[in-house]
């Protein structure tokens, strides 16, 4: 499955953005999708998970409450709506598939299979 994520951008304190996560090659929904981020100096950290079906997800506690993750199996996406956003999640998120039968894993070594990412920028 080839991975491609958008929707990335600059963005003032509390304000919202929608990351897009475009799935090829194979439907979307034989994985547990993830969302990462990543910045400079800090090593990747699980944002949010949703499981193939849709029925399970999972977040860090730095995105309870602000981040949702959904999945629209006709268009083979997964979305992050991302409001309230604070300058601390500026980073560059990227999607990932894991492909196991399994429920998600917040775990970055779990997901076989990344986009190229997409950078967030948030100004105080």
């Known amino acids: 499955v080839q991975l491609q994520a958008s929707g990335g951008g600059l963005v003032q304190a509390g304000g919202s953005l929608r990351l897009s996560c475009a799935a090829s090659?194979?439907?979307?929904?034989?994985?547990?999708m993830g969302w990462f981020r990543q910045s400079p100096g800090k090593e990747r950290e699980f944002v949010a998970g949703i499981s193939r079906s849709g029925s399970s997800t999972d977040y860090a506690d730095s995105a309870k409450g602000r981040f949702t993750i959904s999945l629209d199996k006709p268009k083979n996406t997964v979305f992050l709506q991302m409001n309230s956003l604070k300058p601390e999640d500026t980073a560059v998120y990227y999607c990932?598939?894991?492909?196991?039968?399994?429920?998600?894993?917040?775990?970055?070594?779990?997901?076989?299979?990344w986009g190229q990412g997409t950078e967030v920028t948030v100004s105080s």
């Open positions: 090659g194979r439907a979307i929904n034989v994985y547990n």
């Open positions: 990932a598939a894991d492909p196991q039968w399994r429920g998600v894993v917040a775990r970055a070594s779990a997901y076989n299979y």
